[in-house]
């Protein structure tokens, strides 16, 4: 290719197309399904089936009047939201979606999720922070000790698949995949009998780390108001609403190629891109449905759940494999 | 792809045109890079607020991890982003919340020989950069590899051996003191 800059350029416009759009119909896909399980139509007057009213949300949004608390701390309180959304798009640069795009193939892709992803926190506390809102503040804290307690088995079981592909590169790990379900990591074989589990346990982790019911201790409606963008409206509740719709995407993206063989056919035939958004649309539509039909979690449970059973089920699994790698 | 068929495009846009630029461009994003960490260290150490100093901390990490990147370290730079934003910044900042109601800084009352020490430190500081910056021939390393996890690992526990097992056990003897503090605050 001789156009460096500008395939740079078409890069990043469109990831943030495809993480605005994403997450624009996502809200309407998540309200929908709420309403389908919850026995209520959902947004169906905007529009054939309610897919105008995106739309509206965002013109309602950008509309309004940018309020800033009294005593918020002005500077870190406007950082925040941008903060929640900048580091997910830098994360849709380095994922495949097929063999072919990809903005930017990285050796250590992975790696570099991770560290995009932790910033994620960041922007929470400085949101609650920032804020100057018992509430906000409150939720921030919770929010983060659940970030920073479930990043711990998500890296362990990234580690496990780490050493069983031998790369860090997202393209090279589904490359490692091809052919068919029974290549895919999800699957046990010798090397690894506990796959099943790291995918759950990754799973787990990643509604986790993205915030979601039943994991959503970060926003608890009931008791916190709204969390920790209890003080923020117009486009500043807009950038947190799209950035969490972001991090879900890269969550299913980054389950889908660890996982479920990226843009593999589950039977081998026809990879391409369509393969790899039928699996993250799945994956994304399970997420809606278990956060509509589990109650939440307490925090006490949910540390409990990380600290005692998922990092001492991810460490075993390490040691599992490696030692298994080593035999076979 | 045929160069020709993209002749419309300002000459800028293509390799062989950005060429020219290249060196500039770099030079530019460099400046940018070198301002972020040091408007960030400033933030950290002048800012009347804790949080707001963690908060120009984290630019600070930013600003250095970039510059990793600059310099062909890719691993480095993502290292520095995972372990010094997303756990150093974090605990720091959550220290900050659970330990301080207030969150002003605390200062004491400065003594006489308070600004005559740091003009002299400053003073010794700066001429040692000085000296290390001239003195130091400044080769241009070949690029070893873009952070294949492979090389680096048989490299920390072959040629970098010594140096990972200290760090290792600095780490361990931070972890039993941490806990040997935590105890004793528990029995009481």
Redesign the interface.
Known sequence: MSLTILNAVIAVVAAIAFAAINAAYLVWAERRGAGRIQRRPGPNVNGPFGLLQPPCDGIKLMAKQLMIPGGADKALFMVAPVLAMAPAIMSFVTIPFSDTIVAHSMNIGVLMIFAFASMGAMAILLAGWGSRSKYAVMASVRAVSQNISYEIPMLITVITIVMMTGTMNLAEMVASQTGGIWHWNIVPSLSSPLMPVSFLLFFICALAETNRAPFDLGEAESELVAGFHTEYGSMGFGLFFMGEYANIVIGASLITILFLGGWGCPLGLYPGVWWFLLKIYLLIFSFIWIRWTFPRTTIYGLLNLSWKILIPISLFNLLLTAGLLKVF | ?N?TE?SW?PG?????G?AGYADAAAGIVFLIMLATTIIGGIIACNSE?L??AV?GL?LCFVGVAAIYYFLNS??LA??Q??IY???V??TI??AI??ATPEESKKQGPAGPLTGPLGLVTAGLVTFGMIGLAVNTKFDIMPKV??????IIGSQLLTTYSMVFELVSVVLLIAIIGSLVIARHGRSK
């Open positions: 792809m160069p993209w495009m800028i846009f293509t390799a062989e950005f607020r949080v707001r908060a984290a890719p691993f993502m290292m982003m995972l934003i997303g756990a910044c974090i900042a959550f919340m659970l590899n873009m952070g294949k996890v492979k």
